[in-house]
């Protein structure tokens, strides 16, 4: 699986670096850095998480 970032809709809070660290960074102002798509079995349930706490509804986790 991996995760994705719907960049018209992120605006910033910086939650899903806190709970998906694996995948993604933050830069300075919040906004996600990815760096890595590629979400691995043991951090599904990781990413299940950043994906239903995005207040922007912006991450989504999508099978390859
Ligand atoms: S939690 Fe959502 S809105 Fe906040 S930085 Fe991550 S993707 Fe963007």
Do not use: F, K, Q
């Amino acid at each position: 699986m991996r995760i994705e970032v719907d960049w018209t809709r992120c605006d910033g809070h910086g939650l899903c670096a806190l709970l998906l660290a694996e995948n993604l960074g933050s830069d300075p102002d919040g906004y996600p850095v990815v760096h890595d798509t590629a979400v691995a079995r043991d951090s599904v349930r990781h990413a299940r998480r950043a994906v239903a706490a995005c207040p922007a509804l912006a991450l989504r986790l999508v099978r390859d």
